[in-house]
């Protein structure tokens, strides 16, 4: 338990530390593509995912992770609204891990969750 307490303090000082931060607005309209570390369950718990922009308002992203039992993953798609404004709106929907229940000391009775998930965001 304490190398995966240990693992896990390390990744995410690795997102905190490498995270980029602007406060002026950037001109370019959206990127084409996009990789990083994260968690969620669109990062299969604590992960990376990456995130193709054919179009737009469109993205396909695929994520793999580590969900505090077993390696997980994720993928799906995700329609942005409003792609031109600062705030926009997000429905997305994948297929993949969401949901893990953890026993504590009986690892052998965890259990993932895999199935389809949806939802809106902003």
């Known amino acids: 338990m304490k190398k995966i307490y240990t693992y896990g303090v390390i990744l995410l000082l690795i997102m905190v530390f490498t995270n980029k931060s602007t406060a002026q607005e950037n001109k370019q309209a959206f990127k084409q593509n996009y990789f990083g570390l994260g968690s969620g369950l669109d990062y299969g718990g604590i992960g990376i995912k990456a995130e193709i922009l054919p179009v737009k308002w469109l993205g396909i992203f695929g994520g793999f992770g580590y969900n505090l039992n077993d390696p997980a ?48 965001g902003c």
């Open 73 to 120: 993953y994720n993928a799906g798609l995700s329609i942005k609204m409003l792609p031109a404004k600062k705030l926009r709106p997000v429905i997305m929907a994948m297929y993949g891990y969401n949901a893990v229940l953890l026993f504590k000391g009986r690892r052998e009775r965890s259990k993932i969750f895999y199935g389809l998930t949806t939802a809106p």
